[in-house]
Structures are given as structure tokens and as C-alpha cells.
């Protein structure tokens, strides 16, 4: 059974990096029919998905555009989890923050607990 | 991007009743859409995916359709564990986006 565990900071301050941790268990980053996902949820923009790694033969990482100039997504097969870190936050960056796998390019059929991040001096 | 929107926003059902969630897209998709429901405090569960496929473990009342732009998600009787909220998500092009979801609530 696949799971995903988060860890990460529930309250950042404006200006500051937001980094969040998913562990996964009974699958491996580095899968190769497997991606790696992050995904937001807030009153005001609903379900956003913000980015994905996964590995085929390499690493991959796409990000919404919105997001590029100050997202990363990164792997850490040394203990089987992937990061995401969050730029410059302002209070707009306030939401619940998922990591999702999506094994068969058609959905997220795993899904971590969720963080509500609060941006906020 | 790809625009989801559904309706209704929200709807009011009985235990029993037949309820129909529509998601439309701002351009097609052919089958490349999932269904998720959400309770409160949880992460989304996916249901349907391939927009007519049933996930493992999900009970055969909840079924989808559609192709293209216009798709419906249908739940043939309604049980008190399915008042939750609902949405689509589109897979056919980055970036991924979600419908804005239809809460099923108790009348």
C-alpha cells in the first residue's frame, strides 16, 4: 500500500521560502511509470496543481507557469521522498498543500495528508 | 490553460435520490478526465478516471460519461458516506487544472 507522509512548517513569513516534505512509502521516487506531484487548495483558487518530478531514465520536473520563477520540486531517492520549496511567499501563497502520486497519466490516485501553510508575519 | 467549470456548485439530494455533477472544459480533452470526491479535513479520492472508468474500490452507483468538452459524473442512489464535495480534473494538457467543485449536500 502506497502511502505519502508530509512534514513542513505550517507557518512562513512573507519574503521567505515555504518547504514541504513528502516520504513515500511502498513505491519509489525513482519509479519509472510513476510522477511525483505537488498540489495547493485554497477558498480563492480552488484545487491548484503546482508542479511534478519523476524519473525516466533521468530526471524530469514540469511547474505551472504561473509558479516557474520561484518553484522547485526535487527528488531525494537517498531516503525515498521528494521536497517542494516555494519562493518569496506573500499571504496569497496561503493554502493546503498536497503531494499527490499519479501513476497512470490519467489521475492522483495517492494523495499525502495535506498542510495548511500560512503565510503571515 | 484548460478551464473546468461545473455545474451545479451545489446541490441538495436525499439518501436514495440520483444525482448529476456536469464538468465542462474550454476545449476538448477527448477522455482525459477524472472525478475526485472531498470531505472535509481529507485529500481528495479519486473515483472515475479516463472519464468513464471506475477506480478500484469505488462502488459501482457512482458512474461518469462524456467526451470532448462535456462530461457528467452520476451517483444512481444516494448514500449518507457520498455527502461530500466533487471535482474534475483534466489530464490532456499542462498545466493540470481542477473544476471548481459541486458540494452534494443533505436536504
Known amino acids: 500500500q502506497v502511502q505519502l507522509q508530509q512534514s513542513g512548517p505550517g507557518l512562513v513569513k512573507p519574503s521567505q521560502t515555504l518547504s514541504l516534505t513528502c516520504a513515500i512509502s511502498?513505491?519509489?521516487?525513482?519509479?519509472?511509470?510513476?510522477?511525483w506531484n505537488w498540489i495547493r487548495q485554497s477558498p480563492s483558487r480552488g484545487l491548484e496543481w503546482l508542479g511534478r518530478t519523476y524519473y525516466r531514465s533521468k530526471w524530469y520536473h514540469d511547474y505551472a507557469v504561473s509558479l516557474k520563477s520561484r518553484i522547485s520540486i526535487t527528488p531525494d531517492t537517498s531516503k525515498n521522498q521528494f521536497s517542494l520549496q516555494l519562493k518569496d511567499v506573500t499571504p496569497d501563497d496561503t493554502a493546503v498543500y498536497f503531494c499527490?502520486?499519479?501513476?497512470?497519466?490519467?489521475?492522483?490516485?495517492?494523495w499525502g495528508q495535506g498542510t495548511l501553510v500560512t503565510v503571515s508575519s | 490553460d484548460i478551464q473546468m467549470t461545473q455545474s451545479p456548485s451545489s446541490v441538495s439530494a436525499s439518501v436514495g435520490d440520483r444525482v448529476t455533477i456536469t464538468c465542462r472544459a474550454s476545449?476538448?480533452?477527448?477522455?482525459?478526465l477524472a472525478w475526485y470526491q472531498q470531505k472535509p479535513g481529507k485529500a481528495p479520492k479519486v473515483l472515475i478516471y479516463?472519464?468513464?472508468n471506475l477506480q478500484s474500490g469505488v462502488p459501482s452507483r457512482f458512474s461518469g460519461s462524456g467526451s470532448g468538452t462535456d462530461f457528467t459524473l452520476t451517483i444512481s442512489s444516494l448514500q449518507p458516506e457520498d455527502f461530500a464535495t466533487y471535482y474534475c480534473q483534466q489530464a490532456n494538457s499542462f498545466p493540470l487544472t481542477f473544476g471548481g467543485g459541486t458540494k452534494v449536500e443533505i436536504k
Open positions: 499527490a502520486r499519479d501513476s497512470s497519466g490519467w489521475n492522483f490516485d495517492y
Open positions: 476545449q476538448g480533452i477527448s477522455n482525459w
Open positions: 479516463a472519464a468513464s
Open positions: 511502498g513505491d519509489s521516487v525513482s519509479s519509472n511509470r510513476a510522477t
